[in-house]
Nanobody
Framework: QVELLESGGGSVQPGGSLRLSCVAS????????IAWSRQAPGKEREGVSC???????YYSDSVKGRFSISRDNAKNTVWLEMNSLNPEDTAVYYC????????????????????????WGRGTQVTVSS
């Protein structure tokens, strides 16, 4: 059974940092591109970052330079390091399997709806406020 479990969310002040983890089970992580998305209340889900099987990384314009995605296939884990957080980053963050790997490059845009991602995790809440 495919399962993705996010953790590491919490409440931080503007300028703070968090490191989200996505632990995968039930499938071969090294054969899968993994995406992070987020959804704020009343807003559409947006793609935040994607990492391909060969380690290429892509980021939305709003997080580029502040967030960093990485993976360790031996640990079945993908991370999203988030720095210089601001209130606009407040959302539930999800990881999922990007089923069409070449679509990872679409995450490098102002907005991308991750419609080809399957098997989303349950998400972890990130709240940035003073």
């Amino acid at each position: 059974q495919v399962e993705l479990l996010e953790s590491g969310g919490g409440s931080v002040q503007p300028g703070g940092s968090l490191r989200l983890s996505c632990v995968a089970s039930g499938f071969t992580l090294e054969s899968s591109a993994i995406a992070w998305s987020r959804q704020a209340p009343g807003k559409e889900r947006e793609g935040v970052s994607c990492i391909t099987t060969d380690g290429s990384t892509y980021y939305s314009d709003s997080v580029k330079g502040r967030f960093s995605i990485s993976r360790d296939n031996a640990k079945n884990t993908v991370w999203l390091e988030m720095n210089s957080l601001n209130p606009e980053d407040t959302a539930v963050y999800y990881c999922g399997i990007e089923s069409i790997e070449k679509f990872c490059r679409h995450y490098s845009s102002a907005f991308y709806y991750p419609g080809s991602v399957g098997s989303w995790g349950r998400g972890t809440q990130v709240t940035v406020s003073s």
